[in-house]
Every structure is written in C-alpha cells, then in structure tokens.
C-alpha cells in the first residue's frame, strides 16, 4: 500500500484522489459525517496518508472547499449575462441558490469557516473569483465600483445582497419550502416557480 501511495503521489493522483474521496463523503453524509479515515478508506490509501499530504482535517477540508467554490464560479459564469443590472443579480442569485440546493453538503462546508483555513491563499482567490459575476452585477445595481480583491470595503448595499442569496440558499438546504409548498419536490418547486418572484420583489428593473 506505500509503496502504492507513493507511485500516486509521484504522479500527483494521491492528493486528487483524497479530494473527491472527501468530496463524495460529504455529498453522502455531510460534513458531520466525514473523517479522515473516511477519505483514506475511501481513496484506498493507508490511515495516515490524508494527514501527511494535508496536514490534518482542516487542511484537506479546505482543498475539497476551494474545488467547491472553483465549480461554484463555473456554474455561475456559464449563466447569461444581459448587461442589465437588475436581471443579472437575480441571474446570478438564481444560480447560487441552485448551486446550494443541488450541493447541500458541500455548500454547507463551504460555509464552516470553523472547518476550514479561511486564511489559506488559494481559498481566498477561489472564494472570491466564485462570486466576481456576483458581485460585479450587485455592484452595477447599486451604482458602485467592481470588487477587488486586495482592497477589501464595506459596503452595506453589497453585504446584504449576499446576505440576501446567501439566506435563501439556507432557507431552500434547510428544507423550508416544504413549509409553503405540497408537493413531491418542494424545493424544486421553489426554485422554479416561486425564487424568481422573491428576487424580483428584492431587485426589481
């Protein structure tokens, strides 16, 4: 089995390997669920390798959160983008609700900065190119400048617009619609029928 890690690791397949073991641990089971004897069994490797190769639990968690928010940034810069301000934030909030609904596991990790190295490097450029369109069309609703990442502002208007899809891509993994909604899927129903109107009640043309 070393000697097994070792020809992986040597082609660089070791590492990707723990990733998606994790990756899938967490769509099964979540993240409460997850461990790193888990991902080794799971990857087929020896109990130790995860915390030799990522330095603990933290730190493969945040390697499967950074893969998370790269396909996060995928999914929404393949949307339609209008140029006009109001349809390309509900566009884009549409599209991390869905995100969240069709990943509940791993956008809550996602979210644990607890769980991950919030501070590590290539998490901070991942979690911010995963919502450039985001935030570049919340700052075109509001009349203001593009976000960047190495001058970090506050600006209220663009807090709470991701508070705004950040809430509700909660609201719809918790499982609240089932509360509006009786039907076999209310999420979905949610999604389809009833987001679009919450979002053009939120920011409308």
Not at 81 to 91: E, M, Y
């Amino acid at each position: 089995m070393v000697d097994q890690e070792r020809e992986k690791y040597h082609h660089g397949d070791l590492k990707t390997a723990l990733i998606e073991a994790s990756e899938g641990i967490i769509r099964e089971e979540g993240v409460e669920g997850f461990t790193l004897r888990k991902a080794a069994k799971a990857a087929g490797v020896s109990p130790g390798a995860p915390s030799h190769h990522f330095n603990g639990t933290k730190g493969l968690l945040t390697a499967v959160a950074i893969r998370v928010f790269k396909r996060l940034e995928t999914k929404l810069n393949a949307l339609p983008f209008s140029g006009i301000a109001a349809q390309d934030i509900r566009t884009q909030a549409l599209g991390y609700v869905t995100f969240a609904a069709h990943n509940p596991g791993l956008f809550r990790l996602i979210c644990r900065v607890d769980l991950i190295d919030f501070k590590d490097p290539d998490f901070i450029q991942a979690s911010f190119d995963a919502l450039t369109r985001y935030a570049k069309a919340a700052a075109a609703y509001f009349g203001q400048e593009p976000p960047d990442l190495h001058r970090r502002v506050f600006r209220p208007h663009m807090a709470s617009a991701m508070a705004t899809a950040h809430g509700l891509a909660h609201m719809v993994i918790e499982g609240r619609p089932a509360v509006l909604l009786d039907t076999p899927d209310p999420v979905g129903t949610f999604i389809e029928t009833m987001l679009p109107s919450v979002l053009l009640a939120t920011w409308p043309d």
